[in-house]
């Protein structure tokens, strides 16, 4: 199916307006951090050209190869070119990005959170131009409608990197990560909490029946999942958890006792250093 067929099911009334479909690649900036902090829309109203000359966008985030994901479309309500490069917000979290002279109005339009970062669509080869006008001859292929909840796929226990609201978002959401649940669940291990705050790191394991996802079901739970040191930055922050990134040292099987285990994760302890200089207590 093309993307105009699943914009249209959501705001049948756009398609007499120009429409231009926008995708936002930039490797300077973390794209995901800007949405998931609110500053994105932000990034998106300034433009060194009058790119967005039209009466709506489409916006998408690029992802891998000419993959790109949905974010929102868009009301373009004006720009401003005054010439002046005025100065982000208080808080933006890129304040040296530079200060392009085209600022637009840009307004979310409503009707589209069936598909917002949900749906992913195949850019193709023009992968240099960011911006296209969303006619027949242009239309794209939708490859994917992802289930609410869904993270990303698991590509083995090597890549798991997972910021604190992936992993809640994973246990929270079984049915769309269903793979990451049959993996993380089948393997006892060491794993390791990186504070991106700090870059202090907490080294732990896991064992039993439900492996590595019963014990990080904790954590999606109660945010320090039983750690002394960690209750302790918990206190001073509260907020502090969503710095937290999750990933595993080594693999192991549930076949082997906690005692076993204990001690292979007593030996990363020492190797790393993370009773002397990180967050284990012991």
Not at 60 to 77: H, K, N, P, Q, T
Not at 137 to 145: H, N, R, S, T
Not at 182 to 205: E, F
Request: overall charge positive; proline content about 2%.
């Amino acid at each position: 199916m093309k993307l105009s067929h699943f914009l249209k099911l959501c705001r049948q009334d756009l398609w007499a307006k120009k429409v231009k479909m926008v995708r936002h690649v930039d490797q300077r900036w973390d794209l995901d951090l800007l949405l998931r902090t609110g500053h994105f829309d932000e990034y998106q109203t300034r433009q060194g050209t009058e790119v967005f000359n039209c009466d709506y966008i489409v916006s998408f985030v690029a992802e891998a190869g000419s993959r790109c994901r949905l974010i929102d479309v868009y009301e373009v309500r004006g720009v401003t070119t005054d010439g002046k490069e005025t100065p982000y917000s208080a808080g933006f979290l890129y304040p040296e990005m530079g200060r392009p002279t085209y600022r637009y109005d840009l307004a979310r339009v409503e009707g589209f959170d069936a598909l917002r970062d949900r749906l992913v669509i195949d850019w193709g080869a023009s992968a240099r131009s960011w911006h296209q006008w969303l006619i027949d001859k242009a239309d794209k292929d939708v490859i994917e409608l992802r289930p609410r909840g869904f993270v990303r796929e698991f590509s083995g226990f090597d890549d798991v990197h997972l910021r604190f609201d992936e992993l809640k978002q994973i246990v929270d959401h079984r049915d769309a990560n269903r793979l990451w649940h049959t993996m993380l669940g089948g393997v006892a291990g060491v794993y390791l909490i990186v504070d991106s705050t700090d870059g202090q790191q907490y080294i732990g394991s896991a064992y039993g029946e439900d492996g590595i996802l019963g014990r990080w079901k904790g954590y999606a739970t109660t945010k320090h999942g039983g750690s002394k040191r960690l209750k302790e930055l918990l206190a001073l922050d509260p907020q502090r958890f969503a710095a937290f990134w999750f990933s595993i040292l080594r693999t192991l099987s549930r076949s082997l006792t906690a005692k076993e285990v204990i001690a292979i994760e007593g030996h990363l302890k020492k190797k790393l250093g993370t009773r002397a200089h990180g967050l284990n207590e012991n």
